[in-house]
């Protein structure tokens, strides 16, 4: 069953931008901590920014500091990740993930729940 949907995935020049969004289930509820995790083909998936739904604290990549902010509404039921200055190594599948991670926040075994990935293509 789907856990988590993510959209707003596409093509973009470099430079350019695009809005990541992810929306919570049922299933996820009782999540924590929401984030954002990229595998480029040939590469490890890596974290790339999270967010506590209660508290609002954020968590990046070194990699995308400066050029992506992760947010949510208040309820935590949706994330988004703005992605600004995109590069084309920033061209990945991203996934939408919740779980209950403590520090360090990014080890793939503590999110639980994971969407099917939506496809970012940055262009040079």
């Known amino acids: 069953q789907v856990q988590l949907v993510e959209s707003g995935g596409g093509s973009v020049q470099a430079g350019g931008s695009l809005r990541l969004s992810c929306a919570a289930s049922?299933?996820?509820?009782?999540?924590?901590?929401m984030g954002w995790f990229r595998q480029a083909p040939g590469k490890e998936r890596e974290g790339v920014a999270a967010?506590?739904?209660?508290?609002?604290?954020?968590y990046y990549a070194d990699s995308v500091k400066g050029r992506f902010t992760i947010s949510r509404d208040s309820a935590g039921n949706t994330v988004n990740l703005q992605m600004n200055s995109l590069k084309p190594e920033d061209t990945a599948i991203y996934y939408c993930?919740?779980?209950?991670?403590?520090?360090?926040?990014?080890?793939?075994?503590?999110?639980?729940?994971w969407g099917q990935g939506t496809q970012v293509t940055v262009s040079s």
């Open positions: 993930a919740a779980g209950s991670a403590a520090w360090p926040i990014f080890e793939e075994y503590k999110y639980k729940y």
């Open positions: 049922r299933y996820t509820s009782r999540s924590r901590l």
């Open positions: 967010i506590y739904r209660d508290d609002g604290d954020t």
